[in-house]
């Protein structure tokens, strides 16, 4: 029996200790994760639904919070001026979250594009929502454009075979315009700071 209990007592001393371990060792490398996936996921991403923006997308990011909850804002300037921003939203595919960075031109009040950041999707089925041929849909909608719950725009059409796939990139979308007003709102916030 004494055995037992010191075999027990060692077993949660040493997992314990890796516990501790890991834990200290993910917040060491946690900021350069970060970083990392800020510039090799998400940037690339940015670049294409911002494209034509004149300063650096990622140095000039913000990060505000809406509803508790932290969301990282890339911000497009031309001529030093805002005229876009793009921010991450998730929607609900087939095989589990999609993330898309969708972008938006604030003088047009239109969708400059989506980008899909990722997505567990089926290979060749569901990930065609990854292509150019279904993104390239969403740019140039207004602001205003409805998207029912569980459906994609008028405008939109559903890849064949991979809808479950297109509703969550719609979900995304619909999501991203309802956080819209709000981000305009922070950021101006931001930007009347900035001038005082």
């Known amino acids: 029996m004494r055995e037992i209990i010191r075999m027990i007592v060692v077993l949660t001393v ?7 371990v890991l834990s200290g060792y993910r917040r060491l490398t946690a900021e350069r994760i970060e970083q990392q996936v800020l510039m090799n996921v998400q940037g690339p991403r940015v670049e294409v639904v911002l494209q034509g923006a004149d300063n650096d997308l990622i140095a000039d990011r913000k990060k505000i ?4 909850k932290d969301l990282l ?22 095989g589990g979250d999609i ?11 239109t969708l400059t594009g989506v980008q899909i950041i990722s997505h567990k999707e089926t290979p060749g089925v569901g990930s065609r929502v990854e292509g150019r041929q279904f993104t390239r849909r969403f740019r140039g909608l207004h602001v ?16 064949s075979g991979a809808t479950y796939s297109s509703l ?19 950021l101006q916030a931001f930007e009347d700071g900035s001038r005082s």
């Open 168 to 186: 969550g990139v719609c979900e995304a979308l619909r999501k991203s315009l309802a956080l819209l007003p709000k981000v305009k709102k922070r």
């Open 73 to 94: 804002v890339f911000i497009g300037k031309k001529k030093g001026g805002p005229y876009a921003v793009a921010y991450e939203t998730v929607g609900k595919g087939f």
């Open 144 to 159: 205003n454009t409805d998207v029912p719950p569980n459906q994609c725009p008028e405008e939109i059409d559903a890849i």
């Open 65 to 68: 919070q809406i509803n508790g």
């Open 99 to 109: 993330k898309v960075m969708v972008g938006y031109d604030l003088d047009l009040n």
């Open 14 to 20: 040493i997992s314990t200790v890796c516990g501790l």
